[in-house]
T-cell receptor, first 114, second 115 residues
Framework: EAGVAQSPRYKIIEKRQSVAFWCNPI?????LYWYQQILGQGPKLLIQ????????DSQLPKDRFSAERLKGVDSTLKIQPAKLEDSAVYLC????????????FGPGTRLTVT | AQKVTQAQTEISVVEKEDVTLDCVYE???????LFWYKQPPSGELVFLIR??????QNEISGRYSWNFQKSTSSFNFTITASQVVDSAVYFC????????????FGTGTSLTVIP
């Protein structure tokens, strides 16, 4: 069974530029998550989708971050414009049904904003 | 609101020693779920265990064991006879409600096993 796929793996941009990350969850998984993990910290949930509806986006900085889940499968996370403090690893995860189930994580995208 | 506290930032043990990683949580939900994840130096988070709030039975899986105590809001993780491959950052996490919303990770404990 294929795992969670993410691309790109690394991205370097200048502040005020925009960037997008892509995630393909495990086939059949209903719930998809995006996390931000700053070096030395635990992952922070940005947004949780169940199928193509948003379950929780309370910690998503909506003035600059946006996310969508197309047809309840793939998802993209966008930052526009980026700030220096957005430098982090962006993790995508999926779970079979809802947040009560274990999550499976992708390899992450390491974003550096200069 | 959910909260998870992992007070131990870094732990070092010598190989074959036992080590316990502490996790204390806060939630107002009566139904909730607790998890442990491992993040090795490669970076990819690996699921270790899931527990729901109604199941306080301790669990053992090989050298790993977990102690869930609702009375103290703790979900501790013990590695017996530690090995170098156990070196990683370990995260405790919590989700609340019947469908597990507001997923919250602790700050992690970095474990180094010295050969």
């Amino acid at each position: 069974e294929a795992g969670v796929a993410q691309s790109p793996r690394y991205k370097i941009i200048e502040k005020r530029q925009s960037v997008a990350f892509w995630c393909n969850p495990i086939s059949g998984h209903a719930t998809l998550y995006w996390y931000q993990q700053i070096l030395g910290q635990g992952p922070k949930l940005l947004i949780q989708f169940q199928n193509n509806g948003v379950v929780d986006d309370s910690q998503l900085p909506k003035d600059r971050f946006s996310a969508e889940r197309l047809k309840g499968v793939d998802s993209t996370l966008k930052i526009q414009p980026a700030k220096l403090e957005d430098s982090a690893v962006y993790l995508c995860a999926s779970s079979l049904f809802d947040g009560s189930y274990e999550q499976y994580f992708g390899p992450g995208t390491r974003l550096t904003v200069t | 609101a959910q909260k998870v506290t992992q007070a131990q930032t870094e732990i070092s043990v010598v190989e074959k020693e036992d080590v316990t990683l502490d996790c204390v949580y806060e939630t107002r939900d009566t139904t909730y779920y607790l998890f442990w994840y491992k993040q090795p130096p490669s970076g990819e988070l690996v699921f270790l265990i899931r527990r729901n709030s109604f199941d306080e039975q301790n669990e053992i899986s090989g050298r790993y064991s977990w102690n869930f105590q609702k009375s103290t809001s703790s979900f501790n993780f013990t590695i017996t006879a530690s090995q170098v491959v156990d070196s990683a950052v370990y995260f405790c996490a919590l989700s609340g409600g019947r469908t597990g919303n507001q997923f919250y990770f602790g700050t992690g404990t970095s474990l180094t096993v010295i050969p």
